[in-house]
């Protein structure tokens, strides 16, 4: 039984005390460490003028595509930039290589078009073993793209694989809380990365 089916209860109100007193409790065991490493990757990356790549499935493709948003977007470095994009965002190009490649073709695909050695991409999954982003990060090794992964659960093969990573640990096919946990990494990231480009960082 999963911590969330424990945590179970009729009452909406008592229920909705528990979810964020666990959400609370996984986040904080989250290694700040690991956040302050990805956070200098993101800046060594603006600094040479690198891709950073995201890219996920679900709801982590809508993380992906919020993450490259606040980045690019949010951050308000318009003269040096974090060039930021979600490989998840051009469904034509997206569809286009399913259908003729396969589905677990579809980001290494574009990193071989749109990456170069130094970028950096981003694959975020709460098991770790999306065969997509397994086949992107292959790809991403070969072409000297850094890779990044935030997971969950026991953090999958993409955790093993990974030049670096943050790891949200929760129950297996606990997918609520990982994927909560995952948007806060965002919204973290993305209010240091603004502040410190504010104050002329």
């Known amino acids: 039984m999963s911590t969330l089916e424990k945590l179970h209860d009729p009452d909406p109100v008592i229920f909705a005390r528990a979810y964020i007193g666990h959400l609370c409790e996984v986040l904080q065991r989250i290694d700040p460490l690991d956040i302050a490493g990805f956070i200098a990757t993101l ?19 809508a993380t992906a595509s919020h993450f490259a948003n606040d ?11 974090f060039r930021a994009l979600a490989i998840t965002d051009n469904l034509s190009v997206m569809t286009a290589i399913a259908n003729d490649e396969g589905y677990a073709a579809v980001f290494a695909r574009q990193l071989q078009i749109l990456g170069r050695p130094g970028d950096v991409v981003v694959g975020i999954s709460a098991s770790g073993n999306s065969p997509n982003l397994l086949r992107a990060f292959e790809t991403a090794k070969e072409m000297g793209i850094k890779c990044v992964a935030l997971t969950a659960f026991d953090g999958g093969t993409m955790r093993a694989m990974a ?39």
């Open 43 to 61: 800046l060594e990356a603006r600094e040479r003028g690198a891709t950073i790549f995201f890219m996920g499935n679900g709801g982590s493709a």
């Open 163 to 201: 030049d670096e990573g943050i790891h949200v640990p929760t129950d297996p096919k606990e997918y609520g809380p990982a994927e909560d946990a995952h948007m806060v990494l965002d919204h973290l990231v993305g209010a240091y990365l603004m502040e410190r480009v504010r104050r002329g960082g």
């Open 71 to 81: 980045l690019a977007i949010g951050t308000r470095s318009p003269h040096n930039p």
